[in-house]
T-cell receptor, first 113, second 111 residues
Framework: EAQVTQNPRYLITVTGKKLTVTCSQN?????MSWYRQDPGLGLRQIYY???????DKGDVPEGYKVSRKEKRNFPLILESPSPNQTSLYFC????????????FGPGTRLTVT | AQRVTQPEKLLSVFKGAPVELKCNYS??????LFWYVQYSRQRLQLLLR?????SIKGFTADLNKGETSFHLKKPFAQEEDSAMYYC?????????????WGAGTKLIIKP
């Protein structure tokens, strides 16, 4: 089944404790992206990647890191999480030629205390 | 600057009534617009795109360049249409591509 998976789905952590949210897709998509969803603000892009070893900042990259060493994986790293990073995070992927037709993961709900 | 505005955070209508979810955009280039939907406990998914000019689940959306709008419409709402709806604008700059998202409208269909 073609899909985007994220792990973990739920995470509660403390300020400053490094964490990684994994994202994997099995559709051979070049384009991958991370978003955060906050009430009243909709979806805001954190980082995106057009292909392996190519990443770019989105609208709200501060406090986040990403890497794209393999085509299928695009982990999101929070080196020192803070409470304002409490949010619902979505990973998405798409063909480069149809980048706007994005397939989304199920979401990861992160709480930083 | 590119921007997508969905003026209604919440829209509540009765079953069988017409629905219109508003979306306005700001973009100097040729716009390509989309509607995505997120049903309760499901993933965000593409509903329709203006290029295809299709009707999906009874919904249609017409791009109005003069009014810079891409409103989503359905003549007769059904309870299963209750969901979060996002309008998105596709932009490209210097070979980089992004989707610019609106804040979303929560649609509630009352029985």
């Amino acid at each position: 089944e073609a899909q985007v998976t994220q792990n973990p789905r739920y995470l509660i952590t403390v300020t400053g404790k490094k964490l990684t949210v994994t994202c994997s897709q099995n559709m051979n998509h070049e384009y991958m992206s991370w978003y955060r969803q906050d009430p009243g603000l909709g979806l805001r892009q954190i980082y995106y990647s057009m292909n392996v070893e190519v990443t770019d900042k989105g609208d709200v990259p501060e406090g986040y890191k990403v890497s794209r060493k393999e085509k299928r994986n695009f982990p999101l790293i929070l080196e020192s999480p803070s409470p304002n990073q409490t949010s619902l995070y979505f990973c998405a992927s798409s063909d480069r030629d149809k980048y706007a037709l994005q397939y989304f993961g199920p979401g990861t709900r992160l709480t930083v205390t | 600057a590119q921007r997508v505005t969905q003026p209604e955070k919440l829209l509540s209508v009765f079953k069988g009534a017409p629905v219109e979810l508003k979306c306005n955009y700001s973009y100097s280039g040729s716009p390509e617009l989309f509607w995505y939907v997120q049903y309760s406990r499901q993933r965000l998914q593409l509903l329709l795109r203006h290029i295809s000019r299709e009707s999906i689940k009874g919904f249609t959306a017409d791009l109005n360049k003069g009014e810079t709008s891409f409103h989503l419409k359905k003549p007769f709402a059904q309870e299963e249409d209750s969901a979060m709806y996002y309008c998105a604008l596709s932009v490209s700059m210097d070979s980089n591509y992004q989707l610019i998202w609106g804040a979303g409208t929560k649609l509630i269909i009352k029985p």
